[in-house]
């Protein structure tokens, strides 16, 4: 026994000392070190000293191959070991604390002003590139250089040709081409194919100048208020709206002109037909390319399978158009890829119950063809299940199995609507009120490079109203505000309607207490000038009694609000006092007993044509009686007179009876009650 | 392991047979079976009473029906199937169980009838992945060979009969315990699952029993066909017939009794399958069936000979233009740089940028003598002046060995031009 034992301890530390050998050789060679092998031979005769065998054999030293790193790595790896930091602001920002973003306008405002200056830039450089030749950089750096944006070659000939397609000039290239044959050259297949792809993909016009993507958004976003998850969608829609495809345009005239047109510039017309509208011309195109006996790509049975729900009414055709399209692509033997699967179950949203039915098998289909899916395929199959706005029943699990099978994986960007996953799929958890989905699907988003596919800023945006309102809703209050900690402001900047949410929330745990604070952050927010907003949290500061402590911190951050009643921006008036507001001020005020303020707040009324209630000078007269100030409680009453309340003659009741009244403030009070006896 | 489940079986039917002997609340049962408990031959013993529950089940059930011995025999029969193969499921679980002497006894005997059709399905099939069933049925052999006189008249008859009374017999039961909402369990067929989770109510843990049990059936499902059939042609030939013994109705009424006084006799565990259920309709979706459109090894289609065209440049630009592409930190804006090309390349290496240096000896650099050859004059002003030329190239790094031939051979052509002034001042000497 005891030998076994102190045989397996032998092995044991035989195994950890190999161990070590091979990883000191690892990170040794790693630093191609010359002598590593030498080095690491000899302390491996150290350490397994009673493991002769194994090194006297020196056949046994294996040197490994040098690493090549690739020229990012040392940076990844650094960058690996930051993590965010929820008190900063993002990076961009971080050059200029003046410029850090406190609002969401303000975060729009300084990135975009941020693009636009390198958009500025680049424009100067490219424009006047004769200014920009100079170059410092050694080695040398291209991207730094102005781009070449006039054709070079003069000449009408093939290159020239080439020359313009890569630049993208359309009309330019058209009319190279013209020239070309009108001379009786003859223009290659190929080239032709490429002008071909340059027309169908910019529809016949020239191109805009290039956006980057910050600019995108600039009149799409209004992040103010609750955010449209289709906007962004919406924008692209109505770029394509703008262009459509042409009844015989230069594209179909080319393509007319060639003799034997082969699949590419089949594929290059269909898919120009699909991307601009003409999508029963697509079609016929794709008959044309069958009768001249040719296969189609797998570029062109996407864009087929995209047009699909356009060319078909009913549920069921559509979905047989596009098993159709399926197995001629298998009749072909074309290998469908991603970007097939997600056309699919992109159609499949418009498929109705057929969706419901067929986007499974569709997966397993593509699944068995091992293709992976990506998050757009999901997102797909989200939104299959779950139509925006229709009732939920019973569907919750699909989300959970979505959930399932994508947790914990790092999904690289594969398909532009892959963007859209974390969107949709807190949508649901937002619809179903699934908290515990919400926390896997931003699980999701912290695993590798999963955050970009987060989308941009407005998308962020969205995807975080979305899960701080879930947490609103469903969380508690201490759990919520830690979230709130974390994501506010450096990530999130909530709306108004949020900050709402987050008040209920408070007013449904009873963390009333925190209201001061979150007044802070309303305002630095800027969403102080919100006047239901504000007006909810006087309620909500007005509505109980807390202990003294509260009140005073009630008191002061209710004073604080009236300052920006007061001030306005610029002589605007930001917010109105309404006589809900006042009372709820005072209330506040008088709670925390301070009269004076709440006298001064009580004048307002009067200036602003607003009407107190009774209850409300109910309250204040029983703190006048608390502090026993006489003079005040029958000003109160003249105050309640003047408005002519109902309530009047019982309140100089109670002044009558509750305080000693010197005889002049008597007969004022038994005068003023004649006179609303009166006015009734 | 196959040793230790033997043991385990016999553990099981030993305590099984204290049990019997022990009890109180079935003495005209106890009587018999002492009797025939006491020679040790186990098999025909368990078999016994167990058959008993399940034709008391039948006598009820079919009272209209007359009980013919062939039906008692063939219930029987199966009645053995199942007793061992649940037996030898829940190897360890049992010991529990049957430590728990009358109540689990009953609920053995009640498991009995559910788990029944399978078995005779089974049996008749031969193929239906029963396997584990006739894995232990096979362990139960060596038992059997002490009745196996009866075995050649009985098994054919056995293997040929359609039984139905039986089938019916048991049907409330089996229903009851299918309703719970299995409809088919992973790999494992569903009524199995419905039976062994009925079974498992019965037993007083019931989650770790049906666990166990269903991993037990997994297990056997994992044994590959071919032995599987091998085996069964064994184990229908060994099977063995038991007599019907009689007047053990009450076996049944004090099982009844015992679910009555639970209170949770299978309405607890029909949270148990719904949840077994969910596990399993948790795999499902995106294991569901394909369309069957493609061949499995369609061929790619030989394209991107030309490149990426301008579609697959908008893919990427869209793409890029979906995601977000700003950088959390500076190390990524420092990645964003390198991979524009602006920022020296990690780990630092200063031959950077010196690519198509990189293959020229440094010899080619600092020996720059034998360009002085021929051209130029061995001695006096002219080659003491190159030699300090060839001397300063020597130390210059900025200029490639290129760059510096080229800046001698300058001089040659510089001194070849001068050569008549050179002359005239007696400085060129050749």
């Known amino acids: ?525 800027g969403h102080a000038n919100r006047q239901n907003l504000v007006e909810e949290l006087l309620t909500l500061m007005a509505r109980e009694k807390h202990n003294q402590e509260v009140q005073e911190s009630f008191a002061e951050c209710a004073l604080d609000i009236k300052k920006i009643y007061d001030t306005g921006d610029r002589g605007k008036v930001l917010l109105n006092w309404t006589a809900g507001s006042l009372s709820d001020l005072i209330s506040v005020l008088l709670a925390a007993h301070r009269r004076q303020d709440a006298w001064d707040m009580l004048k307002l009324f009067k200036t602003h044509n607003r009407v107190p209630s009774e209850e409300l000078l109910n309250k204040f007269l029983m703190c006048v009686k608390e502090d026993g100030d006489v003079n005040q409680a029958v000003e109160l009453v003249q105050i309640s007179a003047g408005f002519c309340l109902p309530g009047t003659p019982k309140l100089i009741q109670r002044v009558q009876q509750e305080f000693e009244l010197t005889e002049q403030q008597r007969k004022m009070l038994s005068d003023l009650e004649i006179q609303s006896f009166n006015s009734e | 392991m196959y040793r230790r489940l033997l043991i385990n079986i016999n553990q099981v039917r030993n305590r099984l047979i204290h049990t019997h002997n022990t009890r109180l609340t079935l003495p005209s049962t106890k009587c018999k079976e002492r009797e025939s408990f006491a020679p040790v031959a186990w098999a025909p013993c368990a078999a016994r009473p167990l058959g008993t529950s399940s034709i008391s089940f039948s006598e009820n059930k079919e009272s209209s029906t007359s009980l013919s011995e062939d039906k008692g025999k063939t219930a029987e029969e199966n009645e053995v199937n199942a007793e061992v193969n649940t037996d030898g499921q829940r190897n360890t679980e049992m010991n529990e169980g049957t430590e728990i002497s009358n109540a689990t006894l009953t609920s053995q005997l009640e498991t009995e009838p559910v788990v029944k059709p399978e078995d005779r399905k089974q049996v008749e099939k031969t193929k239906s992945g029963k396997e584990s069933l006739l894995e232990l049925l096979g362990a139960m052999k060596v038992e059997v060979t002490t009745v196996r006189k009866i075995r050649p008249s009985k098994t054919p008859r056995m293997s040929e009969r359609p039984n139905q009374e039986p089938m019916e017999s048991t049907h409330s039961m089996f229903q009851r315990a299918t309703a719970e909402g299995s409809q088919q369990h992973g790999t494992l067929n569903p009524e199995l699952v419905a039976a062994v989770s009925a079974a498992a109510s019965t037993l007083p843990n019931r989650h770790q029993a049906e666990s166990e049990l269903l991993k037990q059936l997994r297990k056997h499902e994992a044994i590959p066909d071919t032995q599987r059939r091998a085996d069964i042609g064994h184990i229908i030939s060994d099977m063995k017939v038991g007599k019907r013994p009689n007047g053990r109705s009450n076996v049944r009424p004090t099982s009844q009794i015992r679910f009555d006084d639970d209170g949770k006799g299978y309405t607890q565990d029909r949270g148990i399958t719904s949840e077994l259920d969910g596990v399993r309709r948790r795999k499902s979706p995106f294991t569901s069936k394909r369309l069957n459109l493609f061949a499995a090894a369609a061929e790619q289609d030989a394209l991107s000979d030309l490149g990426p065209t301008l579609w697959d440049i908008d893919l990427v630009n869209q793409i890029v233009q979906a995601t977000n592409q700003m950088p959390r930190n500076g190390f990524e804006e420092m990645i964003q740089w390198t991979k524009e090309g602006r920022l020296w390349l990690y780990p630092i290496n200063n031959e950077a940028g010196l690519e198509e240096e990189a293959s020229v000896p440094f010899h080619e650099h600092v020996f720059l003598e034998k360009h002085l050859d021929e051209s130029f004059p061995q001695q006096g002003p002219v080659r003491h002046f190159m030699e300090l030329v060839i001397t300063g190239l020597a130390k210059n790094h900025h200029l490639t060995v290129q760059q510096k031939k080229e800046h001698i051979d300058w001089f040659r052509d510089y001194f070849r031009q001068k050569e008549d002034v050179l002359k005239e001042a007696e400085a060129y000497l050749n």
């Open chain 1, 1 to 525: 026994m005891a030998s076994s034992c102190s045989q397996a301890l032998r092995h044991h530390v035989c195994k950890s000392s190999r161990l070590l050998r091979v990883h000191l050789q690892k990170s040794w060679t790693n630093r191609s070190f010359e002598g590593a092998v030498c080095v690491s031979s000899s302390f491996a005769l150290n350490s397994a000293a009673d493991q002769q065998p194994a090194v006297s054999s020196p056949e046994e030293i294996v040197i490994p191959k040098k690493k090549t790193w690739s020229k990012e790595a040392v940076l990844q790896a650094l960058a690996s070991t930051v993590k965010r930091d929820p008190t900063a602001s993002d990076y961009r920002f971080q050059d200029d604390p003046y410029l850090t973003p406190k609002t969401s306008s303000e975060f729009k405002l300084f990135s975009l002003s941020q693009e636009s200056g390198r958009n500025a830039a680049k424009y100067f450089i490219n424009t006047y590139p004769k200014y920009f030749q100079k170059d410092y950089a050694q080695p040398h750096i291209p991207c730094l250089m102005p781009d070449t944006l006039e054709a070079q070659i003069e000449e009408v000939s093939e290159a020239a040709l080439i020359e313009r397609i890569g630049m993208r000039k359309v009309k330019a290239a058209v009319d190279l081409y013209d020239q070309l044959l009108q001379a009786g050259t003859s223009v290659s297949l190929d080239v032709t194919n490429q002008l071909l792809d340059l027309i169908c993909f910019y529809g016949d016009h020239d191109p805009a100048q290039e956006n980057v993507p910050e600019q995108r958004n600039e009149e799409t976003e209004d992040v103010q208020d609750e955010p449209q998850a289709k906007k962004g969608r919406a924008a692209k829609a109505s770029d394509l709206l703008k262009a459509t495809w042409k009844e015989k345009n230069n594209a179909e005239r080319i393509f007319a002109l060639l003799s034997e047109p082969n699949t590419h510039s089949y594929s290059a017309l269909i898919r120009g037909m699909v991307k601009y509208g003409a999508y029963s011309k697509a079609f016929s195109t794709y008959t044309d390319l069958l009768n001249s006996r040719l296969k189609a790509d797998v570029h062109t049975f996407n864009a087929l399978i995209t047009a699909a729900p356009e060319v078909k009414e009913k549920y069921n055709e559509k979905w047989e158009l596009i098993v159709d399209l399926l197995k001629q692509m298998a009749e072909q033997k074309v290998k469908p890829n991603l970007l097939t699967l997600n056309a699919v179950l992109k159609a499949l949203r418009r498929c109705g119950t057929v969706g419901k039915s067929q986007a499974f098998p569709v997966i397993s289909e593509m699944k068995a063809l091992s293709i992976d899916l990506s998050l757009a395929s999901y997102s797909h199959l989200l939104a299959i299940f779950y139509k925006p706005g229709a009732p939920i029943q019973g569907q919750t699990d699909i989300l959970q199995e979505v959930m399932n099978e994508v947790s914990g994986k790092s999904f690289t960007p594969q398909d532009p609507d892959d963007a859209q996953f974390f969107i949709t799929a807190m949508r649901i958890c937002l619809d179903t009120k699934d908290m515990e989905q919400a926390y896997r699907v931003h699980e999701l988003l912290g695993v590798g490079e999963n955050w970009r596919l987060l989308g941009n800023d407005f998308q962020q945006n969205i995807y975080y109203a979305r899960f701080f309102s879930l947490l609103c809703m469903m969380e508690n209050i201490d759990v919520m505000l830690k979230w709130y900690r974390d994501l506010v402001p450096s990530v999130y900047y909530p709306s108004s309607n949020v900050m709402r949410d987050l008040l209920q929330a408070l007013d449904t745990d009873n963390r009333l207490d925190l209201i001061p604070q979150i007044w802070k952050d309303i305002k630095q927010l």
